[in-house]
């Protein structure tokens, strides 16, 4: 699977959008983008995910490049309750429900 | 809701006891994982199960840890004999392959200290 690349630790005021970037410049065709978060002391949990196109759900925006090589993970508004450890994957398109690689991630820090 | 559930939540232990962990996937689920979570390593998997067979334990140290699932609703994480460096999160996930492969399930954990 490709690598990634976040920043560790990112700050963001409350109520406005967090911008979380990645880099996956060896992304190949068949990989898609992943993104989880993990609030303190519980299980990683799934947000979004993407191959080509851009994607919106009830949690957060996916900004995928035209080249595929970086993406990043819009929290439109953001909240306290946001505050998390936000991973970044690339994994390859199965079926057969491989397992997650799990970075280090970005550190996002809600303030109020 | 459906969820995964782990138990035990927490579990003190001594050097050289046997550690023994459950997790309940989520029914329907075909694929259960095994991660160990440290403040040193992050993330890593430990094992990976697909309809109950082991895919995939190559992250496991194989003379102690041991996972199995002796059936659809139970898998096992065991640890014979355990060293304080075990001490760590153990998280226990599930999912679905075909069009639910996207997403997986975690568990709340199991966090284990080996005194």
């Known amino acids: ?12 005021a409350e109520g406005r959008a967090a911008n979380l970037p990645c880099n996956h410049s060896t992304i190949s ?6 993104w989880y ?14 191959l080509k196109n851009n994607e919106t759900n009830e949690m957060a925006s996916l900004i995928i ?25 690339v994994r390859l398109r199965d079926n057969y429900g491989q397992n997650f690689v799990f970075g280090p991630g970005t550190r996002l820090s809600v303030l109020p | 809701d459906a969820r995964v559930t782990q138990t035990p939540r927490h579990k003190v232990t001594e050097m050289g006891q046997e550690v023994t962990m459950r997790c309940q996937p989520i029914l329907g689920h075909n694929t259960v994982f095994w991660y160990r979570q440290t403040m040193m390593q992050g993330l890593e998997l430990l094992a990976y199960f697909r309809n109950r067979a082991p895919l995939d334990d190559s992250g496991m140290p194989k003379d102690r840890f041991s996972a199995e699932m002796p059936d659809a609703t139970l898998a096992t994480l065991k640890i014979q004999p355990s060293e304080p460096r075990d001490s760590a999160v153990y998280f226990c996930a599930s999912g679905q392959t075909g069009t639910g492969e996207h997403e997986q399930f975690f568990g709340p954990g ?4 080996v005194l």
Do not use: W
């Open chain 1, 29 to 34: 065709g068949n990989e898609y983008v992943y």
């Open chain 1, 1 to 12: 699977d490709a690598k990634t690349t976040q920043p560790p630790s990112m700050d963001c």
């Open chain 2, 110 to 113: 199991t966090r284990l200290t």
């Open chain 1, 65 to 89: 490049t035209e080249d595929r090589k970086s993406s990043t993970l819009i929290l439109p508004h953001a909240t306290l309750r946001d505050t998390a450890v936000y991973y970044c994957i």
């Open chain 1, 37 to 50: 978060r993990q609030i303190h002391s519980q299980g990683p949990q799934y947000i979004i995910h993407g």
